[in-house]
């Protein structure tokens, strides 16, 4: 069994916790919280040691799962890796790229699994579209990523809070590099910037268009891919996908009539949607099972060091370009 540590059991470090109860190959070592109150409360809800700091954790723990605030993320990975031990860090994985290169030195040194929390990943509806096999090839994405005001997470720029999610999952989809990125955003409420839009230009002619808001007055966490002959959408909130796509005659689908028939310069065109079946999932669950499995295998998570730093670096990019360096 691995023994894993939580450490920072507010909102979402209760429910890491919960699910990690029911993670096979994992045992909840304990748990700590700057918050002492805080921490009493879980490790009592949950019949679980209460460790009094961080290195106490550390000692009793061969993995530790880190869900604070993202200022702290940096220093807490970094003693965790220099105590060779095995680290799930909620995103964003740190503050600056200099600090992510850091941590991935000292991770291959530790030669220590780590997994970064990209939760969306993991989400219904984008494990229903991969599953259907379908071979994505976008050439134009659409991202909105909206959510009303909660201090939770204000403490960075709202691109690292929320955008940081549609970055990671175009990166993960377009296999080609950034070449070129335009940001545009408002501090409203904060002292950083809590609306934004992005649009990141990738060398094989991608375009990626991304929206994020934490000051809205209503949820969405949609995104829209087009590629040739096809139109994917996946609505991450309400854990749905479709899939439409255009066929001659010859490629049809024959198991259902088409949504449109219609004429081309090509000839005869037919327009199918596929909405694929979307598994009952806990999204958090399913990372800390990757997260265990990786340990246990000592292969690479789903969600690497270099995809966080791939991710952060665009994020950081996005940020000077509303708030430049003088």
């Not at 740190?94 to 941590?103: F, N, P, R, T, W």
């Not at 990141?200 to 969405?220: D, P, Q, W, Y």
């Amino acid at each position: 069994m691995i023994k894993i540590g939580v450490t920072g059991v507010g909102h979402l470090g209760n429910i890491h916790v919960s699910q990690l109860l029911h993670v096979e190959g994992a045992e909840l070592s304990g748990v700590f919280d700057t918050d002492r109150a805080r921490g009493e409360d879980v490790a009592a809800k949950y019949s679980c040691r209460l460790f009094s700091s961080f290195d106490e954790l550390l000692e009793n723990s061969d993995a530790v799962d880190l869900v604070t605030p993202t200022p702290t993320h940096y220093e807490l990975t970094r003693k965790a890796l220099q105590h060779t031990k095995h680290v799930f860090v909620e995103k964003p994985l740190c503050q600056s790229v200099d600090e992510a290169k850091s941590l991935i030195s000292l991770a291959q040194e530790a030669e220590a699994v780590v997994q970064v929390g990209h939760v969306e990943r993991f989400n219904p509806a984008l494990i229903a579209l991969q599953e259907t096999g379908f071979k994505l090839e976008p050439m134009f994405i659409e991202a909105h990523r909206l959510a009303e005001w909660n201090p939770r997470g204000s403490d960075v720029s709202v691109i690292l809070d929320l955008m940081i999610h549609d970055l990671d999952i175009v990166l993960s989809m377009v296999d080609s590099e950034a070449w070129r990125v335009s940001a545009n955003g408002v501090a409203v409420v904060t002292s950083t910037p809590d609306i934004c839009n992005a649009r990141i230009e990738f060398h094989n002619g991608c375009v990626a268009n991304l929206t994020a808001s934490r000051i809205s007055m209503k949820r969405m966490r949609k995104m829209r891919i087009f590629q040739p002959d096809a139109y994917i959408t996946i609505d991450f909130l309400e854990k749905r996908s479709e899939i439409y796509s255009l066929h001659d005659a010859e490629t049809a689908p024959t198991d259902k009539p088409p949504l449109f028939k219609f004429e081309t310069a090509d000839g005869e065109k037919y327009l199918h949607v596929d909405a694929p079946p979307v598994p009952e999932v806990n999204s958090i669950r399913r990372e800390l099972e990757s997260f265990v499995k990786a340990i246990q295998t000592r292969s690479e998570p789903p969600v690497t060091l270099l995809d966080a730093y791939a991710s952060l670096t665009i994020a950081q990019d996005i940020l000077q370009k509303i708030q430049p360096v003088h």
